[in-house]
DNA sequence: GTAAATATATGACATATATCATAAAGCAGA
DNA sequence: TCTGCTTTATGATATATGTCATATATTTAC
């Protein structure tokens, strides 16, 4: 198995900084694992043996809180997911990570990406940038949460799907309306509600899990104002 | 100048991974700021020329969001800022940086802290896990906000002061009603209310500024339970 | 020291949001 | 196909939270 992925992402970002010779030692230590839909293939509390990032696919982090509330952190395509949040930081993972789309995950011994922050003085540069920037993306999208009213906070939500994940006017969410409750801290039932209401106003179709964008500028104007 | 600190606590973490040619020209080019109560001395959207830590004092990472709304990050003590959330992420800082209680920032070239990133390993790995600490905890502190009532959010900022800022039953807080708001994502005046209620409820004594706990219990099962 | 600005405080009221109840629709398994 | 389980949906109602008005206390500027 070598690193030759066409559809990897984290490649241009990560091997720019390895040369032939770590290239071969990385990548031969490589597994390359298929996430059915709703598996959890990190989970909360588990030893962080393995460092991994998604290749393909889409998946949530999600926690149980200090006070036993599942809550989700977030949601990542390939680009916003690397295991690195807390390999250095803790030795278990301080939350759950479950596949919402079919995801491929990429797997390496910690030891060698350890021994190349150690070595490869590019190397530990890409990944504290990379990881700055997710994480970044992350506590922003958090903080934006904190300071909405219901209406900001699905508005949020349906332009995040739309304008990161799929980009059409019309995709399927993938998620619940429980799992957004889940990530707004708002209840299940407000969710619904919120939802119906844009419908009735016009800025959105709905058909079960299938959401269509109708008026986009009235969505983002929910989004800034409330 | 040199690195010899008494009460720096960053100099045990990422000290202990430069050897003694490394510190010279490290502690060489160290410049040390006091920085008054109410100094911003981080402006979000300004170029990131240095590598600061808080040596000594108390700080509040705040930032104008996506919308324009003023809105707290989060408070620091010495162990919770160091100026590298961004420094490989971007080349603009995302939050501004202000001293709540007269503070003692030291700056390092950003130059010497790359280059020893890139030679030292160790320093490499100290830095990503004291960076990941830090942001975790930030982002930890932003998500439990999410899923609060006011009651919630309000305890956990006078609990948070107390357990990991003061550690005494009496204290003054460093911040105002509407600094509190702006963290909590409330109005000021519900700000205002939850603490006259936590008052009259014999949770807390309040006279202006001082707080002091009463019933700290009572005041940590609001925070778990709502 | 005084005026102006800001911070704290509270009431009255409107709006936002949660909770409880109920029902229909979709979905998984025997 | 039937049965049970989960999801989506909506109404009725209670509670949480924001807004506006106003007053006092405190801080800041001169």
Chains 1, 2 share one sequence.
Not at 150 to 164: R, W
Request: glycine fraction near 6%; charge should be positive; proline fraction near 1%.
């Amino acid at each position: 198995m070598n690193c030759s992925c066409e559809k990897c992402h984290i490649q241009e970002i990560f091997f720019k900084s390895i040369n032939s010779n770590e290239l071969d030692s990385f990548c031969g230590a490589r597994t390359e694992k298929i996430i059915p839909v709703g598996t959890t293939f990190i989970k909360q509390g588990d030893k962080i043996r393995s460092f991994k990032y998604l290749k393909e696919g889409l998946i949530k982090l999600h926690r149980i809180d200090g006070v036993g509330n599942r809550q989700i952190i977030s949601f990542g395509t390939p680009m916003d997911f690397v295991s690195i949040h807390n390999i250095f930081a803790e030795d278990t993972y301080s939350y759950s990570v479950t596949a919402l789309e079919t995801s491929t995950v990429c797997i390496f011994s910690i030891d060698i990406i350890k021994r190349l922050i150690k070595t490869n003085g590019k190397f530990a540069e890409n990944l504290i940038s990379t990881k700055s920037r997710a994480s970044n993306r992350i506590l922003s999208n958090s903080l934006d949460l904190i300071s909405k009213s219901m209406y900001g906070k699905v508005a949020s939500v349906i332009l995040f799907f739309h304008e990161k994940i799929y980009f059409t006017m019309g995709f399927d969410l993938p998620i619940s309306r429980k799992e957004i409750a889940e990530y707004t801290g708002l209840s299940i039932e407000t969710v619904i509600r919120v939802i119906s209401e844009f419908r009735r106003d016009g800025l959105i179709r709905v058909y079960g899990k299938r959401i269509e964008i109708i008026d986009k500028d009235g969505l983002i104007s929910i989004y800034k104002h409330s």
